[in-house]
């Protein structure tokens, strides 16, 4: 039997939205609100909502919102904003109140499928547009005229605009200034600019029996990424102020080469392989065990590395067994000739195309060279000296790839540590933190004496999903600790790795709900910000993981490309307000769709779910967030500027900032957004020729 199965598993209903109980939509104050409507276990649990239900229903039966920032469940928001409030947040609460309006339709729909119910079935009279539904059973009675060609245009005409109003990006596309409006126009010239003088101008490739393929802008990201660079729209991709950074996991924001260059400097850093460094008879080209192999590096001193020695270009060579880093860089060449070593490096930690797209790949197979590649990062950073490094020029990238804000995922575990430069120390979780505070501290004091914003950053705790239950619980706890200690840094809490080899969430929920009365008895306020949906799967306890993410409130998830396939638990995230973080790259290259353009986010951004756009593991994709922007663009042959906006806009509002740093984030965003417009025009506004007509 299927693990995930929505429809079956409602066995009791109310007669209303799951979603009207005492929480008023609070998805942090009332987890269970939801889960007591899919199990008759919690009777009573469902009386005491059914009565607050029906006290809070008796006010607001059947009626809307009566102002735009009244919330979806019909009941006006506390201490909101004033008449002239923010725009975007009455946005929200006008997409909340659609879904609910979804969700009840769903509902309905269920309950007529139960009762068997008849009389509400469709007919011929019920088309919209004044169109039959069925076109060859309506019968001769019933038959419609079939219109002129003029009233078929008209026709066609009102369901493209009403398609477009109901864009994502329409609120900003109706609020645009005359110079939002010129940059846009000058962002499509760019595009067909891009294609017809750089794609156009790439020789076709070979493929299958000798057929030529064109290259195109939304191609396979690997396929094209030294394209990309070249391209007007990317350079203006970079410039763009992309708002808040949300989902990009510590280890691998920058380059590879960058921990591989601190390495070099490091006396005590020695690396390992999973298999000997040596020619074997019959391979191909007889570096097979170079092609195969993991490598990973690891700080030791004298008593860790003792007994542990080895030459991994020897046949009598022990997996795991140590040989310093000078001298394995020193004797590479006399082994391997077709790359210098730092190459060979490079090519062991990044994705190649042909790796990625073999017709043979699958989206496991890709997650399996994904965690050896993890394994390696994770030796070259877990030192002092390379953590302050990496922390110091990760803020750097992030201003150079003008973002404003961010939340970093780094790893927490019990047995978690660093190593001191020389091996002999260990510093703790704690000491972990405040490594990060200390850097971004003199980041910000640089920043300011150069008059220069960068809005900071804060910490998602996370822990992996392999973890038993005690491991995760003790996680749970420290992340409360370090809440209390440094209430301003940290953002929320997570838990990450491969989905479906990992535990589901579902097997951590006492955990987590125990979390969460600890958090409210204690006011801490640590949303949950769960990793779910990032699978092809369905029916499985995979997919299934974006049921408990919603169950358990979480405030937005990382990833959810299988969102699209749940349609009810979709309504139900948008009238919660969780946001979802978009990883195109990412998805693309661990194998969820084999170019952008077929990327569920499309689906959802039709569906007008709130989205962020993320960059994830860009140092192992051969990316920035400015690429993943880049990529959303070009996978829609409509998009332009105002779905840019709308994205980096969305990413403010849905980022853990209490509301003074939201209002401050916005208004520094706005600033240089204005600046960037007036780039775009200065440097690119000789496209556009008729400027009255736009």
């Not at 005409?157 to 900003?172: G, I, M, Y």
């Not at 391209?231 to 080469?257: D, Q, R, Y």
Request: charged share 25%; with cysteine.
């Amino acid at each position: 039997m299927p693990e995930f199965s929505p429809a079956s598993s409602l066995t009791t209903r109310y007669p209303s939205s799951p979603l009207y109980c005492s929480c008023f939509g609070d998805s942090s104050s009332c987890p269970t609100s939801l889960a007591s409507s899919m199990s008759s276990k919690f009777s009573s649990f469902r009386l005491r909502v059914r009565n607050r239900k029906r006290l809070a229903m008796s006010s607001t039966k059947s009626k809307p919102p009566k102002h735009p920032h009244d919330l979806a469940d019909g009941h006006p928001r506390q201490g909101g904003a004033s008449e002239k409030g923010d725009a975007s947040e009455s946005d929200g609460d006008f997409d909340k109140a659609a879904a609910l309006e979804l969700i009840r339709a769903h509902d309905s729909e269920v309950d007529r499928r139960r009762s068997r119910d008849e009389t509400s079935r469709l007919g011929a009279e019920n088309g919209s547009l004044g169109l039959p539904l069925d076109l060859d059973t309506t019968g001769a009675e019933k038959r419609v005229p079939v219109p002129s060609q003029e009233e078929y245009d008209e026709l066609r005409k009102h369901v493209l605009a009403t398609e477009q109003e109901l864009s994502f990006d329409a609120r900003c596309r109706s609020r645009a200034t005359k110079e939002e409006l010129r940059v846009d126009a000058i962002i499509r010239k760019i595009r067909e600019q891009d294609d017809r003088e750089i794609y156009a101008s790439e020789p076709k490739r070979r493929g299958y029996h000798g057929q030529m393929h064109e290259r195109f802008a939304g191609d396979h990201f690997l396929s094209n990424v030294d394209i990309i660079n070249r391209t007007t729209l990317f350079e203006i991709a970079s410039k763009m102020p992309k708002g808040a950074h949300l989902h990009i996991h510590f280890n691998a924001c920058l380059p590879p080469n960058v921990l591989l260059g601190i390495a070099k400097g490091m006396d005590r850093m020695f690396v390992s392989s999973t298999l000997p460094l040596i020619h074997t008879a019959g391979d191909e080209d007889g570096y097979e065990n170079f092609n195969k192999c993991e490598i990973q590096f690891s700080i030791m001193n004298e008593e860790r590395v003792k007994n542990k020695l080895g030459d991994p270009f020897s046949a009598d060579y022990v997996a795991g067994h140590m040989m310093k880093f000078s001298d394995f860089r020193r004797q590479f060449s006399s082994h391997y000739t077709k790359a210098a070593v730092d190459d060979w490096l490079l090519h062991k930690l990044m994705f190649e195309e042909q790796e990625t797209h073999n017709p043979l790949q699958t989206a496991a197979g890709a997650w399996e060279k994904f965690n050896g590649r993890t394994r390696m990062m994770k030796g070259l950073f877990n030192y002092e000296k390379a953590y302050r490094e990496y922390t110091r020029m990760c803020l750097e990238d992030f201003v150079r790839d003008n973002i404003q804000y961010a939340e970093i995922r780094p790893n927490f575990m019990q047995t978690n540590q660093l190593y001191t430069d020389d091996g002999n120390g260990t510093i703790n979780n704690e000491g972990i933190m405040e490594i990060i505070i200390d850097e971004v501290g003199q980041f910000q004091k640089k920043m300011a004496k150069k008059e220069q914003f960068f809005g900071g950053l804060k910490v998602i705790y996370c822990t992996p999903r392999s973890m038993d239950r005690d491991k995760v619980k003790y996680a749970l706890n420290e992340c409360m600790e370090f809440k209390k200690k440094w209430p301003q840094w940290i953002a929320g809490f997570d838990l990450v790795g491969e989905e479906a080899k990992g535990y589901p969430i579902r097997e951590f929920v006492p955990e987590l709900l125990e979390f969460k009365r600890e958090c409210a008895a204690q006011n801490l306020n640590i949303p949950f910000l769960f990793h779910c949906g990032e699978t092809l799967d369905m029916g499985t306890t995979t997919d299934g993981n974006l049921v408990d993410a919603l169950l358990l409130g979480s405030k937005r998830i990382g990833h959810g490309f299988a969102l699209a396939k749940h349609p009810y638990v979709m309504q139900q995230m948008k009238a919660k307000g969780i946001c979802l973080e978009l990883c195109p790259i990412s998805n693309e290259i661990l194998g969820l769709t084999p170019r952008v353009g077929g990327h569920a986010m499309y689906q959802l951004l039709a569906n007008n779910v709130h989205c962020t756009v993320s960059s994830d593991n860009g140092a192992l994709f051969r990316s920035s967030l400015s690429h993943d922007f880049y990529q959303v663009m070009v996978g829609k042959a409509d998009m332009g500027l105002f779905g840019w906006k709308q994205l980096a806009m969305w990413s403010i509002d849905h980022a853990c900032l209490n509301e003074e740093e939201r209002e401050n984030m916005k208004y520094k965003w706005n600033q240089q957004w204005i600046k960037f417009l007036s780039w775009v025009d200065t440097t690119h506004g000789s496209l556009i020729k008729d400027v009255a007509k736009i």
